[in-house]
């Protein structure tokens, strides 16, 4: 048995690894997974809910005895972890028989108090190798790291739709906020689509935390923030009309339920990722890739990890500056700033040179094929073989 310390949901990117990892865990049937926090803004079907549903009358019943102390688990417990040792504050609610951190961050500057907080954990599970680095340098000593993965069964190849006739798809994902580099995006979207007057930037930028983008223009390529609609969500079509894209050139794709994203992703012509930092390797990223889209890539942090070095998953973008700040951020290391013209560059080859786009989606799919959460949750539960048994 393995517990897991975060919430079940299809909306984020913690929900859904752990979604992903505990449906597999079921299928395998090697281990039994352990809900001890409530699903949140699960957008599944009638299968998924039988499967899950044992787990979570289990909860239910486990949980009615805890009060507000917390309780102590006759099984290991997976912690999720942040900047800072920071999370949901799993550990002082379940104490595991073993207490496992799986941890994804950016800040680099990891302080006394942070290092007094390895102590907490016997292990530290990491999906990059950048993460598990960072941690090792900073005293720890029991450090795994497993990749994230795909869901196969959804993120695969198959034909366009073929929406949007006669336009070039730049497809740009990820909540916003500067981390992520949107605001490269606009500065380089907005001068290749002046060459190319067909090109349309889809862009998948809603999410729940719209106050993150409030630091966008930090960087100097877009001179403000996007403001609010009337329903509190991101007043995207404005912002980006008065950061100078027409008004035809752009499409904001709102929310959308995870599992109707390939069908988006694979309508776009190439994906475009200049993010600062990635704890991670970027789950949408990774998507793009796992539906044959070409994608391009800031070589820094844990996009590195999808980079082979004998075959073209991505164009790579290898002018990466040193980011002198960022909201919320004490430490640095690692980070990079794209270039905006290399990243121009990098969208006329994709424009231009069909068959290095084709080899470029080629190898990315293959690479992230090689990933499903299948074979990657196989992989959590060799790495973790010592606790689980």
Known sequence: MIGFGWPLSTQTGWGQVGFNMVLQMLRLGK??????????DLAIHGLHLWTLLPLEIERRTRSAGVNGSGADWPFPVMH???NHFGGTGSR????GQRNIGRMVFEDTNLTAEDRREIAAYDCFLTPSRWNAGLLRAAGATDVRMVHEGIDESVFFPAPRQGLCPGRFIVFSGGKLEFRKGQDIVIAAFKIFQRRHPEALLAVNWQNFWPQL???MALAGHVKSAPGLDQNGRLALGDWLVREGLPEDSFVDLGMIPHHMMAQVMREAHVAVFPNRAEGATNLVALECMAVNVPVILSANTGHLDLMMADEPTCIPLKHQRRVPKAPGMDGLDGWGESSVEELVEALEKIYTDHALSQTIARSGTQLAQSRSWRVQTEAVLEALEDFIH
């Open 92 to 95: 002082h609610r379940h104490r």
């Open 80 to 82: 999720p972890l942040g």
């Open 213 to 215: 983008a409030a630091d």
């Open 31 to 40: 281990t039994r997974p352990v809900l001890l926090e409530a699903p949140e």
